[in-house]
């Protein structure tokens, strides 16, 4: 029993779990929604839940959002559409969060030994919210790989989802809007969401790489101070011998 239950036997059954999902993923091949549509006798409110379902399940497996968001727009349409790609969105990053959380947590944190890991780390734990919204308005992390980290730092459960859940909602509208429109792809819906994708990766790059000093570490308690460099004094004696 204390073999299942050691920390690297946990962290190998999560890799085991993610590669069997995404072989999963690989063979059902979600995305032939997007040309064999919904089943036709199954009601459009059901089937927005049951995509809401599959697209959790699909994120947790490393799946990439934006192909299910611009399939979310094709099958439903912009608003109900925009509906189930969130609450996908948020179950999924619960998904992801749990299973990070209860399988990898504790053989990763002793690995978190570099200043700049423990310094995001921090940020998590302090301010847990700000710094999941940041990242899902502006993301500079795929989807699963944030959850994954977020789950293995001390980020509480309640801001995570919060943060999830108004954060992804811009650019996952874009996207939904995108799919929607595709079938016109000269309309203004698609070339207003094509736009504000376009702006919003050129945004999260600029942002992340401005406010890269906000993760930088803070000195340690008893960590030696910097040796000031003074400069030469010009006109200084020497009083050899």
């Not at 032939?32 to 839940?49: C, H, Q, Y």
């Not at 969130?86 to 947590?105: E, K, N, Y």
């Not at 980020?155 to 650019?171: D, K, S």
């Not at 995108?178 to 207003?192: C, I, K, R, T, W």
């Amino acid at each position: 029993m204390s073999l299942l239950l050691a920390p690297w036997i946990r962290l190998a059954l999560l890799a085991v779990l993610l590669a069997a999902a995404g072989a999963c993923a690989l063979l059902y091949e979600p995305q032939r929604l997007l040309t064999e549509g919904l089943p036709p006798d199954l009601p459009k409110g059901a089937a927005a839940l049951v995509f809401a379902a599959a697209y959790g399940a699909g994120t947790a497996a490393l799946v990439p959002r934006p192909l299910l968001n611009l399939a979310a727009g094709a099958l439903f349409g912009a608003p109900l559409g925009l509906a189930a790609a969130v609450a996908g969105s948020v179950l999924g990053a619960g998904i992801s969060f749990g299973l990070g959380r209860a399988l990898g947590r504790d053989a990763l944190r002793p690995l978190l030994r570099g200043r700049w890991l423990l310094a995001a780390d921090d940020q998590l734990a302090r301010h847990g919210f700000r710094s999941m919204l940041a990242v899902r308005v502006f993301p500079g992390l795929p989807f699963a790989v944030a959850n994954y980290c977020a789950a293995f730092s001390r980020c509480g459960w309640l801001p995570f989802l919060t943060a999830t859940a108004i954060g992804v909602v811009p650019n996952t509208a874009a996207y939904v809007v995108a799919g929607s429109s595709a079938s016109s792809p000269g309309s203004p819906a698609f070339l207003v969401s094509f736009g504000f994708i376009a702006v919003s990766a050129v945004a999260a790059a600029v942002v992340g790489w401005r406010k890269r000093h906000r993760l930088a570490p803070a000195k340690t308690a008893g960590e030696p101070e910097p040796l000031a460099q003074h400069p030469p004094v010009v006109g200084a004696v020497s009083h050899g011998p």
